[in-house]
């Protein structure tokens, strides 16, 4: 079996760093509900969305489904777009990036691509929409397209001990549920750079990834839901063993 040194590359798994659009924040483990109504009046506590550019109106829209957060998706998508994103996954996750802006009588097409998964996303931005009810709704359709392909077990357990490794809660907290991460941080707030992937083993939807550190000689095991990586879900890793 390959034994591969993962922690060369360094912090290159925070794919969402790079490209016009940052989408920060990492997404909750519970999205809630998949309302997709929203008053305008309950859209008062968001930054003003009235004659807000149409590209910037757009990623608002594409941060507020990343991280699941029903009330300002909603707030800035009609009813229907907003069932379309919640359709596709109920927190669309934080790597998006904006990749084309163009117009089209009297609406603007603004085009993100999923740089984990794959596949693109078009939200249609009508100008009009922008320039009444305070703003609020004018995100009027949203389309996926192309095929989106989930990064492998391997990968996703890779950069979350990247990411440990380096001391990035952030990224951590992404790539693993909060009960996963609570067990490396128990293990050690930062994971240190010499853990090298020596085994991988699949059993009932689920890839075990061993590391072994090169120093202290200890395996980690992270147990990743191929379901969840399936559908685009973020924390997919779920299980950690120190030994």
Same mark, same amino acid.
């Given at each position: 079996?390959?034994?591969? /040194?993962?922690?060369?590359?360094?912090?290159?798994?925070?794919?969402?760093?790079?490209?016009?659009?940052?989408?920060?924040?990492?997404?909750? !483990?519970?999205?809630?509900?998949?309302?997709?109504?929203?008053?305008?009046?309950?859209?008062?506590?968001?930054?003003?969305?009235?004659?807000?550019? *149409?590209?910037?109106? *757009?990623?608002?829209?594409?941060?507020?489904?990343?991280?699941?957060?029903?009330?300002?998706?909603?707030?800035?998508? #009609?009813?229907?777009?907003?069932?379309?994103?919640?359709?596709?996954?109920?927190?669309?996750?934080?790597?998006?990036?904006?990749?084309?802006?163009?117009?089209?009588?009297? &609406?603007?097409?603004?085009?993100?691509?999923?740089? *984990?998964?794959?596949?693109?996303?078009?939200?249609?931005?009508?100008?009009?929409?922008?320039?009444?009810?305070?703003?609020?709704? !004018?995100?009027? &359709?949203? /389309?996926?397209?192309?095929?989106?392909?989930?990064?492998?077990?391997?990968?996703?357990?890779?950069?979350?001990?990247? *990411?440990?490794?380096?001391?990035?809660?952030?990224?951590?907290?992404?790539? !693993?549920?909060?009960?996963?991460?609570?067990?490396?941080?128990?293990?050690?707030?930062?994971?240190?750079?010499?853990?090298? /992937?020596?085994?991988?083993?699949?059993?009932?939807?689920?890839? =075990?990834? &061993?590391?072994?550190?090169?120093?202290?000689?200890?395996?980690?095991?992270?147990?990743?839901?191929?379901?969840?990586? #399936?559908?685009?879900?973020?924390?997919?890793? =779920?299980?950690?063993?120190?030994?």
């Amino acid at each position: 079996m390959m034994i591969r /040194r993962i922690m060369g590359l360094g912090a290159t798994a925070a794919l969402a760093v790079t490209g016009p659009l940052v989408l920060t924040g990492a997404a909750p !483990a519970n999205a809630g509900t998949t309302s997709t109504t929203t008053s305008t009046a309950t859209c008062g506590n968001l930054a003003s969305a009235s004659d807000v550019p *149409a590209q910037t109106y *757009a990623d608002r829209l594409v941060r507020a489904w990343g991280r699941g957060d029903t009330q300002a998706t909603s707030c800035y998508s #009609s009813v229907a777009t907003a069932h379309t994103l919640f359709e596709q996954a109920a927190v669309g996750g934080i790597h998006w990036r904006r990749v084309s802006t163009e117009g089209a009588a009297g &609406t603007i097409y603004v085009t993100y691509h999923d740089d *984990a998964r794959g596949g693109n996303l078009t939200i249609g931005v009508q100008n009009v929409g922008l320039r009444s009810s305070g703003g609020w709704h !004018a995100a009027s &359709t949203a /389309r996926f397209s192309g095929e989106p392909q989930a990064w492998n077990a391997v990968q996703w357990s890779d950069n979350l001990v990247r *990411a440990w490794g380096r001391g990035d809660t952030k990224w951590t907290s992404y790539y !693993a549920t909060s009960a996963a991460t609570k067990q490396l941080h128990s293990i050690a707030a930062t994971g240190g750079p010499h853990w090298t /992937r020596i085994a991988t083993e699949g059993a009932a939807g689920t890839t =075990y990834v &061993t590391y072994r550190n090169d120093v202290t000689r200890h395996t980690l095991v992270i147990g990743v839901s191929n379901v969840g990586l #399936s559908q685009g879900d973020a924390h997919a890793a =779920y299980t950690v063993q120190y030994h």
